[in-house]
């Protein structure tokens, strides 16, 4: 086999089948009493730097020309250049170089200040328009202009149509 696996009792490389020869257990049998997973017991510990080797270099190169990209327009340009390592690796070696960036904050606007309505007591100091529209039971829309008295809270003027031209609103104001 390729692949080697050194004993926790010694130094000593023994292959897996070797050591399960010398102590007679099967492979579940020794995994289940070390509660170590067969996935672990077969599994080759390399130095992924070593594998890495080349992500790390492109990365350094691309992010050398513009250091701000972040990781996708580092990514896209790996692409760009002919290489084609997963996403999720060079994720993986991105963030391990410590170049990941921090999410820009959005801008705190100031708070404002709540100022008290002003209340009107005496007729024709301060009217409101309002617009309103809706539609008639068979589907054709209107609309409405009310002018309002805020002093007295009555109603000057309704003004209903399909269409409010500027005009039209001029001339009831």
Not at 116 to 136: C, E, G, Y
Request: a positive charge.
């Amino acid at each position: 086999m390729s692949w080697v696996r050194t004993t926790s009792v010694g130094e000593k490389a023994v292959e897996p089948p070797i050591s399960r020869a010398c102590s007679g257990l099967s492979v579940i049998t020794a995994c289940k009493l070390t509660s170590l997973s067969r996935a672990s017991f077969y599994r080759c510990s390399a130095d992924w730097r070593e594998k890495d080797k080349a992500v790390i270099d492109a990365i350094q190169a691309v992010l050398s020309e513009s250091p701000q990209a972040g990781f996708w327009k580092c990514y896209y340009r790996l692409r760009f250049k002919g290489f084609t390592f997963n996403h999720k690796r060079v994720y993986r070696v991105y963030c391990w170089l410590g170049l990941n960036l921090k999410r820009r904050i959005k801008k705190t606007l100031p708070k404002r200040e709540n100022k008290p309505l002003s209340v009107v007591n005496r007729p024709d100091i301060q009217w409101a328009l309002d617009f309103m529209h809706d539609a008639l039971c068979c589907g054709k829309r209107f609309r409405t202009l009310n002018i309002i008295d805020e002093g007295t809270r009555e109603c000057l003027a309704i003004e209903v149509d399909t269409s409010l031209p500027t005009d039209r609103v001029h001339y009831e104001i």
